[in-house]
Every structure is written in C-alpha cells, then in structure tokens.
C-alpha cells in the first residue's frame, strides 16, 4: 500500500498558512477552564473501574480474591516463588513482630524485646507439614488482634499497616490472610488427576494465634473458588515466653 504523499503536503501547507493567535487570545485561552484538553490516556484511565482510595476497607471481586488460593495468584502478588514460601511466611512474621515492637515498645531494652522461631518438619502427617511458629514478648500485654474477623475477610482488605507514612518491616500488610491459603494453594496446584475434585474437600490446617493468654485458630473454606473463614476460639491458655 502506498502513501497519499500529496494529501500530507496539502495538510501541511493548510497548517503553514494559519495565523499566530495574538496575545490577547492566548490570555484568554489561559483563563478558559471549560475547554481545557485532557490527555487520552487519562480519558480511557477515568472509564476503568477501579475505585477511589478511602481511609475504610477496600472491597475485593471475587476474581481478585482467587489469587489468595492460587500458585499463580500469590507467587505474582508476593514475587516469591512457591518453593520460596517458606522463607517468605518467616519474614513476614518476624517482620509483624518487629513492627509490634516499633509501635509498642519503642524505648524498651533488648531484655524486653525479644523474639524466638520455630521451624519444625512434621511427618507424622500427609502430606509433610514445615511448621513455622514466631513468638514475641508483650511484657505490658498490650491488646494486639483488636479486629481479627477482619483481618481474615476476603471481602476487604484491612491492614493495620495502611495509611501509614512511615517504613515499616512487613508491607504486604494481609500476610496472615494470604499465608492460610498458601497450603491450599500447593495442595491443589499440584493435582494431575482430573478425576479428583477439591469441592467437597478442604484444607484443615489452621492458622494459630495466641495472643493475650487466648488461643485463636483460623481455618479456610473454599466454596466455588471464593474464599472464606471459620474462626474457633477464644480458648484461655497459659504460655510462657521461653528465651
């Protein structure tokens, strides 16, 4: 196909022979606001639907809230891998308990700032469980988990950690809601068999809090591909801060 050579150089010439707007006219123009141009991209950027940012819960669709159960789905929003996980879920918690300390206990010694890990392997079930536990001190016991139905809502998005303009460790801010479905998410993502169904299956590994002599467990549910929690708690329990 050929370009139409002459019909751009009458373009041209046409756009050579206007007159330059006078002073008065760019004045004018400057003071106009009722025909201001606005870029294209920011046109098609205000047809989207994504909404505004408010100081309150950012709802999730349920497309969005799939990625909290998915190899693909987590690996993109944590840029970990999946056999990273590990490494990830132990940064993510000593990085929660660091932050607790920066907010709680900002002047107190190291003798009252203290934080312990355990890494176990479990093989007394199928498949093999690596048990991760983070423990840290709370000397004042300060309230902590203050809203833990939503922390675990797939339908919002609450973070302690939002709105913040300060650096803080962990800033992901919903680690404790995306590491109880990383289970899931192996568990199903490695299933050749198309003959196997997880719809009437689910994962029954919970996610443990213990906090203000109080033992909290989290378990995921996963109804067609959405989501949800069961909470069972509060049970009283006696633990002790081992050094």
């Keep these: ?28 123009m ?10 294209k991209e ?12 408010t100081g309150g819960p950012v709802y999730t669709s349920t497309s969005q809230k799939k990625r909290y159960i998915t190899i693909a789905g987590i690996e993109s929003d944590t840029s ?9 879920a132990e940064k993510e918690l000593h990085d929660n308990a660091f932050d607790f300390f920066k907010e709680n206990y900002p002047n107190a010694t190291s003798n009252e700032r203290k934080i312990a890990t355990r890494v176990k392997l479990d093989t007394t079930v199928q498949p093999k469980m690596l048990r ?3 423990r840290n001190s709370n000397i004042d016991n300060f309230p902590v988990f203050q809203n833990l139905d939503g922390i675990f ?29 990383m289970g899931y998410a192996s568990w199903t993502g490695h299933n050749d068999n198309p003959k196997d169904s997880f ?10 809090l213990r906090f203000n002599g109080k033992e909290y467990k989290v378990f995921l549910i996963v109804n067609n591909d959405n989501p949800l929690t069961r909470k069972e708690g509060a049970h009283h329990c006696r633990y002790r801060y081992r050094h």
Aim: net charge positive.
């Design 80 to 88: 970990y891998q999946e056999y990273q996980w590990p490494i990830f």
């Design 42 to 53: 920011l046109k098609n950027a205000s047809k989207t639907s994504t909404p505004l940012r």
């Design 1 to 28: 196909m050929f370009r139409n050579n002459s019909k751009i150089n009458a373009d041209k010439n046409r756009k050579s022979k206007r007159k330059p707007l006078s002073k008065d006219s760019l004045k004018k």
């Design 132 to 134: 991760i536990a983070v």
């Design 153 to 181: 809502d797939y339908d919002n998005w609450v973070s302690t950690k939002r709105n913040q303009h300060r650096m803080t460790a962990g800033g992901l801010g919903d680690f404790l809601k995306r590491v109880l479905g």
């Design 199 to 208: 719809e009437d299956e689910q994962w029954e590994e919970p996610v443990i």
């Design 30 to 39: 400057e003071n106009d606001t009722t025909n201001i141009h606005v870029d």
